[in-house]
């Protein structure tokens, strides 16, 4: 595999992060995400990648424009689907391939400590959350015995404290622990040196709709926080509208970008997962569309493929790419390494960009797999994760749902 030995990059577009004190919770109404896209880094001994963490979600008459893009006559799929209950009949699992760019808000089960700080105060530096054995990426669940329900509910209770010593209940992975943290004087308030952040949003692109389950996906990897790392963890979430305004080329060493921004405060469904493979929920509106068969895991092959995916306000469409190597079958992501050959693609956005994943990969008639990554080195060129995948990961978040339900 070319490129060994690189960094490995994520990338998800974030709110632009403030101190703890002066965070504030964030607002449906988001505004414009044409902006920078923030950064960050590690060394992992792999070939340079960079995941498309801007997140993509279809709203009523985005189905419409799926079906129309495909079948209009100006490109077609490798070959015509068979419809839904002839895919059941068959025993294959068949779901609705969509492609189009949607809005993710996304809040998180507590607090995640984002970094720490030093504080000023008459007495000397320090950082009193380190002191307690903070790190960034923990998640700060309760406040003395209360659920925290926001950076701004946080702050205030901090700023009110007094002095007086905060315990804390932390998780840190799987593990849950009681930490106390003791706020100083410094620079006008009581502060405790902890930079957090409750949210994050984005855009990407929405994979398919599953007519058995009633589950979406889209993204085909988990929405991670730029700064401490790992996989946000969901307390909820929406999909949401979203109105393309232009894309940010790709170049090598410069990963590219859709920008858009959320069209309405409306929201389309409602987040029920965020894990290593993508995002999962429920739209308020079931959008219509052919049903395609999955491909199992064992039949998806090197050779060509089609892209189903949106660059503009017109909405979905095809275009040529080839899978260059089956990288992994056992892995749950990043099993399929692909190129885009279509000169559109590659004149209008350089290739893979942020805001394709969730892109829908279509060989031999049938879902593939879905975009997740982009080489940072080759524009061109990024991973894919298996359709098969994502497609058993929501039946089985829809399945633990109900189960959910029925227990209240």
């Given amino acids: 595999m070319r490129g060994e030995n690189k960094r490995l990059v994520f990338v998800f577009n974030f709110t632009p992060e403030r101190s703890f004190e002066t965070m504030k919770p964030m607002k449906k109404g988001l505004g414009t995400f044409c902006r920078a896209v923030r950064f960050f880094s590690l060394s992992v001994g792999l070939t340079a990648v960079c995941m498309l963490g801007t997140l993509g979600l279809m709203g009523p008459g985005a189905a419409q424009a799926l079906e129309a893009s495909a079948f209009n006559g100006e490109q077609s799929y490798d070959k015509p689907a068979a419809p839904a209950a002839a895919a059941a009949d068959s025993g294959e699992l068949s779901v609705i391939p969509l492609g189009s760019a949607f809005g993710i808000k996304l809040f998180t089960d507590g607090v995640i400590v984002a970094s720490l700080s030093d504080i000023y105060t008459e007495n000397g530096v320090c950082c009193p959350a380190a002191e307690a054995g903070l790190l960034p990426g923990d998640y700060l669940v309760e406040a003395d015995g209360m659920e925290i329900q926001s950076n701004a509910a946080l702050a205030k209770y901090i700023g009110v404290s007094g002095g007086k010593p905060i315990r804390f209940l932390v998780k840190r992975g799987e593990e849950q622990f009681e930490a106390t943290v003791n706020p100083v004087y410094g620079e006008g308030a009581f502060k405790t040196g902890i930079w957090v952040r409750d949210s994050a949003a984005g855009v990407g692109t929405l994979t398919f709709y599953d007519p058995q389950s009633g589950m979406f996906a ?163 060129m990024g991973y894919g994760i298996f359709a098969q995948t994502m497609v058993e990961q929501g039946r089985a978040i829809a399945s633990q749902s109900v189960q959910e339900h029925d227990a209240a």
């Fill in 218 to 380: 889209g993204l085909g990897h988990g929405i991670c926080d730029m700064d401490a790392g790992g996989v946000m963890a969901l307390k909820s979430g929406e999909p949401a509208p979203i109105t393309l305004c232009g894309v940010t080329k790709g170049q090598p060493q410069s990963p590219g970008q859709l920008r858009g921004y959320f069209s309405s405060d409306e929201s389309l469904g409602r987040l029920l997962a965020n894990n290593e493979t993508g995002v999962y929920g429920t739209l308020d509106t079931p959008p219509a569309g052919t049903a395609l068969a999955v491909l199992p895991r064992e039949e998806v092959q090197e050779g060509a493929v089609k892209l189903l995916l949106s660059i503009d306000e017109n909405g979905p469409r095809l275009y040529e790419a080839k899978i260059e190597g089956i990288a992994s079958r056992d892995q749950p992501t990043k099993n399929l390494v692909l190129r885009v050959t279509d000169p559109r693609l590659l004149e209008a956005t350089g290739g893979i960009v942020q805001g394709m994943s969730g892109a829908p990969i279509l060989q031999n008639g049938k879902l593939a797999g879905a975009v997740t990554h982009v080489f940072t080195e080759d524009p061109a």
